[in-house]
């Protein structure tokens, strides 16, 4: 009788189990896509009690640098040594950054320390993707897509709001130390309730490969913080950057074809999918991070929007891709089928990038607000059916290294599609002004084409309309280009093959040879 009743008893814990680690990783998930937001509205004060203005892009920019680099080694560290334990030591540096981050006493300090809380936020997201790839069959992950899109758009809506009035009511620095309850909530109950099996393996870290990756990131993010800002894109060092960074990465895949245990294995790319997920991961970063920089630029200086509640601008976007999102995943456990996601998505992005492109000073909010819709339906579709169809296409072994490279081509995306996007918004921004407003145009946008609502309300009337019609013909580039990139995407979703689903609903252990997924419940052997 008592064997009988033991799977009966672990299913019944199973949901509440699922619960609880859910939750935690979740708020982990939260830490990772909310601090640059929360610090982001910090920054004036901060550089107002620091000083070091000059240093001032370093403190974002140390932090991006650290994640990025850092991402792909916890992926296989946790694959390697596993991952309850890469996880969790990626919370706690995280979260040590942060404590330092508050405690810092000049710029440089600050900069040092948010460096440290990057190379912990590297293994934030990873992390998070990876355990619920362990825990949660293919088939049955599309139920908690919905919740990582909702993470994704609060961090993103509430990121501002929270920065200010954390800052100013109990000053900047508690903007590092809230992080402090909310990891300490997440290792306590992922220490008590998580339970993957141990790993130990007897291979060595590749730490050639973990050089000359991290070596060719850095080129590769510096290149596009850089370029066209604190350097012309033609200059000295960007060159040397450029030749620095491809000579990196080369070596890196070379390597990776010698080395015992290398950072990314090269056959994951042998799946079609696997490489088609990694390019609509690479677009769907371009053109997400592209547009909330510049959907808020454009709703503040044209259309008259408060930069208070600038979060708040992106509602319909971020909206629709939760509610879509959400869809997505349902119909995908339900059904099993995917490819349809991709293909819409890609139509709908583009569609979307396209109307945005069409806004000009007499555009309403309403109609703003609709095609904003329409390009966050089409990323709802694409955000979480890329990792999802990712980790499907790769062994369990894999899992680790697969998110990471999920992960990080989608990081990678967004500062090609920060810059590239930035640098014509820029040149097309000076090019209006000089048209309309001669030489004081070109004298207002001398040091930066992006004004400040403070800055813009100082302007004559004529100036401040030609600014106007600067920014939405630099809009109109912008969005122009995000089109163009999306076609891509439309191409790579078409070739996408729709492999069944591991653990689907009623299927049993046929399907687990490939996958984490298994016919018991997923969170049976965890718990």
Not at 221 to 246: K, N
Request: charged share 10%; aromatic share 8%; proline share 4%.
């Amino acid at each position: 009788m008592a064997d009988t009743k033991t799977p009966e008893t672990e299913a019944e814990k199973q949901p509440k189990s699922v619960r609880v680690v859910l939750l935690a990783l979740m708020i982990t998930m939260m830490l990772a896509m909310l601090d640059n937001m929360i610090v982001g509205t910090a920054m004036p004060t901060i550089v107002g009690e620091l000083g070091g203005l000059e240093h001032l892009s370093w403190v974002v920019t140390g932090y991006t640098l650290a994640t990025a680099a850092s991402t792909p080694i916890w992926g296989k560290i946790g694959d390697m040594y596993g991952r309850k334990g890469a996880f969790m030591t990626s919370i706690v540096i995280f979260l040590i950054g942060s404590a330092l981050s508050g405690m810092a006493q000049n710029m440089g300090e600050l900069i040092g320390f948010r460096a440290i809380q990057g190379l912990g936020a590297g293994g934030l997201m990873v992390g998070v993707m990876a355990i619920i790839g362990d825990l949660i069959p293919p088939r049955e992950r599309g139920k908690y897509q919905g919740m990582m899109a909702g993470v994704m758009a609060l961090a993103m809506i509430g990121g501002p709001l929270v920065g200010g009035t954390i800052t100013d009511n109990w000053g900047w620095r508690w903007s590092f130390y809230i992080n402090l309850p909310l990891g300490v909530v997440a290792l306590t109950a992922i220490s008590a309730v998580l339970h993957l099996p141990n790993k130990r393996s007897q291979a060595r870290i590749d730490y050639l490969g973990a050089g000359l990756l991290t070596l060719g990131i850095t080129s590769i993010v510096l290149v596009t913080t850089w370029g066209g800002s604190e350097y012309a894109w033609t200059s000295a060092r960007i060159m040397e950057l450029v030749a620095i960074g491809v000579a990196s990465l080369i070596g890196f895949v070379f390597w990776q074809t010698r080395a015992a245990e290398p950072i990314v294995p090269l056959h994951i790319f042998r799946s079609r999918n696997f490489t088609l997920m990694s390019l609509i991961g690479f677009i769907t970063g371009f053109v997400m991070f592209g547009a909330t920089l510049f959907l808020p630029l454009y709703q503040q200086s044209v259309q008259g929007a408060s930069a208070t509640n600038s979060g708040l601008l992106l509602l319909p976007m971020l909206g629709a891709m939760l509610v879509t999102s959400m869809v997505a995943g349902r119909v995908t456990t339900n059904s099993g089928k995917y490819k349809i996601f991709p293909v819409v998505g890609s139509v709908l992005m583009v569609v979307g990038l396209y109307l945005l492109s069409t806004m000009d000073t007499g555009t309403s909010r309403l109609t703003s607000g609709v095609f904003m819709a329409v390009v966050g339906l089409g990323m709802g579709c694409l955000m979480q059916i890329t990792m999802l169809v990712a980790q499907n296409s790769v062994e369990m072994k894999d899992m680790g290294v697969a998110s990471s490279s999920t992960t990080l081509f989608r990081t990678l995306g967004s500062s090609f599609g920060v810059a590239i996007m930035g640098a014509l918004f820029n040149n097309r921004v000076q090019d209006v002004m000089s048209e309309r407003a001669g030489a004081l145009g070109s004298k207002i946008t001398e040091r930066s084409a992006q004004l400040d609502a403070a800055s813009l309300a100082k302007l004559p009337a004529a100036a401040r309309e030609a600014y106007q019609h600067a920014v939405s013909a630099g809009t109109h580039t912008a969005f122009l280009l995000g089109a163009v990139v999306a076609i891509a995407a439309l191409v790579a979703a078409v070739f996408v093959k729709e492999v069944p689903l591991k653990g689907a609903g009623p299927q049993k252990a046929d399907d687990a040879t490939d996958g984490p997924a298994v016919a018991p419940p997923p969170m049976a052997e965890a718990v």
